[in-house]
């Protein structure tokens, strides 16, 4: 039949393909002549059984395109969804959003990269997780390894406390741990100042530029060594305060 | 009729089919090659009818493509779900995002993977709940078989307690638990740090890997261990404080 | 008129139906044939219409389609929901995703199922609520009824109390239980371990797998008997505690 | 004109229409007659325009035409809302979901229902608020009037309290109840058991089933009864408990 | 040209149309037949360019038609919620779901109708603010000015009291009050039960029916008549309790 | 070419339309006019294209046809959000919803507006954020300053304290801001009533009406003045208040 | 064969393209003109494929068509984001709504904006995460660098202070900083008033308007002196604080 005809064209196309300037990997070439192939012979009995009712009933071949159309409409639109994944992870390669190995956060999900495909990404969460999220539904991406991270540290201390002192021994603290991990740690740490009189006290932040993943490291020290520090100076970090006033009951 | 050379030709198919390169389950070609049978004979009073009614009434075809193209529009919209259904799950199954007896969440819902069908997946939840999801509705998946676990122990202590001394203790705990459970223990334990500088306490932090669905083991002894070292040692795990600044009513 | 006719070919079709191979209800045959012959009545009338429109002014047929269909297009559009709800409840039905007695979950309601219809499933809530859910909203299912139940005790003990007393007592209480609920309990009780360190104390956590809707009995006669047994060994379930530290007013 | 003529068909429609088997509502005939003859009206304008457009310049028919579905188009979809509601309105009728005086819950708004129209459901809340909600809005419902209602009860006990002494107080109570209010409660009430180790006590639970919308008088009565009952007993229900630990200032 | 016969036809319509048994406002009247006119001008220029276009380039007028009805799609869409917005409006007019001067809550927005128009309804919120809110935006409707509404003020009191003395309390004070507000109360106050076994104490419910908008001011005189007779009996109004257990430290 | 003819004629189709009555801003009528021209060579174009490739193969018109119509549809439903925005502009502007000045809430976003565009609306946040929202996302608007705004202040006292009494002092106070604010305020300040039995005591509501964007000033003055005016009488704004039952360790 | 003259033309297009008005980039005309030539090429290959197809068998183009045109409106839809992206990232620049440097938020992600493309806005976070954010995703923005900001500082003061005295202390501190800050404050600081009748005491406001990102420096500072100066004159920010009445046991 005229099958075997298209199936040597197919044939013949992948192969000059195969030597072009773009030449595509050989294994994929024949899996696409294979799909390709089975296409067609599809699409021609499809042909046929067309030409032969239009043989029989003339008008039956308007019924049929309606009724597939009908249905083509139907997989068109549940189809949508792929198209969608794959276009959007065709931008997410060719924009270079993130690559295997950042640290990324996707709506409600976070974890290293493991792979970018062209329809779904895969993440390994801290947890060893493994989050597979359709490239589709990958809209608003944070990359959490291109550039400097923030280590940000909160401390509280009471409001009896002198601010100025408090300040002068954390800058301290920080001096030395600059000193000590020189090869992570870009900018600071430095305190930026006094970013809350809140109930329990008044609360100082602490803020350093590092490495991308090492921020928690930083963080883990800043903490350990400031806590050290105002123990020296016996500056308090306060547990929650309560003022009692006492009432006799003369209701 | 000429219904009967169409069924006629659908067994042919189906039997040549049954002994094709790919064979497919004997079962049901026998259900598709029914299902077909009755398409066709629908299919043809469908038409019969069209041509019937085209005698009497020469415009009247195409009122009735009309009627019926709206009807298929509907029907098209509505069976949209199951086509998305069907193509997500064989994403799921060709891409092997998970498998039968994968601990997975999808969306709020999370179980053991009971049945991966072409519609609908099954998860038996740790409760026992029988959770039945559409595939289509399976966009996002975290698979919790895939590679190693994390089990995480936060410990707190109260600010008085000496840190360092803690973590000595901590890591000693952690050093026995790593001996007696090697064989599910892959990475770890070990204390990361300091946390957080709470309200309560200090927050210590112990992770470690371990083989898939065995961190809540883990993360139980790590938790009973940690007790009765830190106990030994006399370092507390803090309820909550207050300090309480008594004032006599003098307003 | 040409209605006649068509009456007595449907009332024939379902005749023949009636006596067929898969014999439907004839209540319920009379209720269709009874609706189709109102259904081709309108039709014809509005052929009727159509053709003589067409004597009258011969491109008012074009105009008065192009209405109708919008008109179509426009009740497809509403229609289709309930084409959704029918295709939903067809898979609900074909699948056995849940049957009638079954006690299941959908979004934020639950209940016994009581009816599932084509269109619309009901459940019986506990509060004696009827839930009536239309299928096509019925997207993830969660069946209660389908395998064993999980019946899940927190205890809570006080960081005074040793652990491993506790856990022994609970676990004398536990096989107790075993023997007296040999009917409904499928697997354990048995305590699974430490779960968390809490503000108020360390939580033990008791696991059962019992027959379906037996999970609350036994966990009820759980929390009393573990309440007994630790009572008779002097081990408190605590009220939450606090730490309080005195401060004279000094500053 | 033509225009009188089809007025007279109308006319003479409608009034066979009201001798016939469904004799419809005289007042709603007129409106109808009314309506339709205004359509045919404006509709006999349009073609007219047309028709002297198309002996003017032949093209501009389609033209005409294009703008006019364009029009159409957006009406359609503008219009898709309301026959959305008249077919859910029909649903809700037709399969009997509710009728007037039902006590139900549609999504946040709950209230005895008032009108149950083609387009909209009239709800009067026990605040006096009247809830007018689209049909088409009323996806799940709840009917709180089909079916005996549950009356629920929780009543906390402190830690120190004997569980089966308080048991059996309440139960004596339930027994009380039951013979007082025979006419409304069909079942119970009995208490399940213990269904929560809390933080401020034991709870335990009292359950009865009662004719429709009585349920919170019985609740109402269940909670005076076993109030004083427990206060005969002695048994407290417990106001918050704190176990506090007093520490002098040595940090 | 042409365009002057059809400015002429359009106002004989509109002179025939203010004289007709509905007569429209004559600034309206005057508006359309202006804004007729330029949509006939503009549809001329249009149509005169198409034919032009076809003389030069016969297949020309089929490209432009395409662009046409593309630009006029996206139209269609757009404005797809302004006709809502009219389809909308005209169903709220017609079927009185609330006119001006009734206080009406619309999603989470509430306040007295100030205007009803066909697109937009304004509300005057009681903190001044005006919402304007789009008809086709307003799907659920809360009228609180069609009929009597509820005053509801719950009272607390402590496990300590007796309940049916403070019942009889306010029953009489509810009697009172009855009496002083005969002609905005309709039904009650009543106390109708014991509503809740909180933390804090025992809840009494106290109900009555008022005018529309008169709810407010009948709450807040029974809780101040309710306040002064519970005093006046001795019986108290609990502040938070709490029972604390002392513990030395000797862990 | 064609090309200059067409350029001609839309040079003196702006050129009439500069001198006619609605004049056009001479600029923007340059811009558009270059625009236009712009607009017809690309046309101009794509229409020689498809004559020049008619002229060879006789198919491809269509074939182009309807990949340019696909690509139209893709890039109409892309900018139906602009068209959906112009036509929202134009409502907002021709309807005087706000003007630029005016203080509204759009969502979640407040501000004064600065620019009212055809495409986006500017507002400027009391925080000094420039909000620049799209028309067609401006669906519910809150206008805060068309008409008096409501300045609602509410004052706490204690159980133990006299209401009427209280009411009696703050109504004083408003008389007396009444008296020196004036210019500002339009109604009141008066004392509504009791709002609310909380736990830390009985809340007094006071309302105002002020002229817009002065209401909060009122608000700050009634605070401050209302404070004074119950410390002068010696009534107390109470801090939480909690009764405390002590509980010697008999358990 | 035909390609290579089309080729000729397009290479031609770009050159002249070139030496235009409007010059556009060398490389991005040689991308283009290379990506033209490829589309030609396929287009080319696909009508001959159709017209080898016709010869063969006459009806089968508008099979193909059809199933084309079906795929076309998949691949169009997908693309549809992609469109809305670029129309959306266009309106961005040439409305200026933010520019590279600008501190803006968009939805719930916020950050410095680093580069504004065509497609995709990059911004990078205090934090160092790079938010890579579609621009069809930017709906609402908020840019925070147009305009000076505020800086707002609330203080807790006890019920027992003086407000007068304490709004005296702060202003006195707000001249100071003005005076230290004239560079970068623009406006204020000063206090509003009285904000908070509150819990734990009352809040007062300090308000100033700063050059853009200084705000939170200048708010640090104000915290810093404001606590200083009310500390000096015995001012306290209070503790939460508590009325205890005690009662002994007795009921």
């Keep these: 039949m005229l099958i075997k005809v298209v199936n040597k064209l197919i044939e013949k196309f992948f192969h000059t393909q195969k030597n072009s300037r773009f030449p595509i990997n050989e294994k994929k070439a024949d899996t696409l002549s294979e799909l390709l192939k089975s296409v067609v012979?599809?699409?021609l009995y499809f042909v046929s059984i067309l030409w032969i009712a239009e043989q029989i009933l003339p008008n039956s071949t308007?019924?049929?395109?309606?009724?597939?159309?009908?249905a083509g409409v139907a997989?068109?639109?549940?189809a949508q969804s792929v198209v969608k994944d794959v276009i959007a992870g065709f931008f997410i390669l060719f924009e270079d959003q993130f690559a295997v190995g950042d640290y990324i956060i996707v709506d409600n999900m976070s974890g290293v990269v493991e792979v970018v495909g062209l329809r779904v990404t895969k993440l390994r969460d801290f947890t060893g997780d493994l989050h597979i999220i359709p490239n589709g539904s990958i809209v608003k991406v944070t990359n959490k390894s291109r550039g400097n991270m923030r280590a940000l540290v909160n401390v509280d201390i009471a409001y009896e406390e002198d601010i100025d002192h408090a300040v002068k021994v954390i800058k301290e603290t920080c001096q030395e741990i600059k000193k000590d991990y020189q090869d992570i740690i870009v900018e600071g740490p430095d305190v930026s100042g006094v970013t809350?009189?809140?109930?329990?006290?008044i609360t100082?932040?602490?803020i350093a530029k590092t490495v991308p993943m090492k921020q928690w490291d930083v963080e883990m020290e800043l903490r350990r060594r400031i806590k050290y520090a105002l123990d020296k100076e016996g500056i308090e970090i306060p547990y929650p305060r309560n003022v009692i006033i006492h009432k006799n009951r003369e209701r």
């Design 62 to 70: 308007k019924t049929i395109l309606t009724l597939t159309s009908v």
């Design 75 to 78: 997989i068109g639109f549940g």
């Design 41 to 43: 012979r599809y699409a």
């Design 204 to 206: 100082l932040r602490v």
């Design 196 to 201: 809350n009189l809140g109930t329990s006290g």
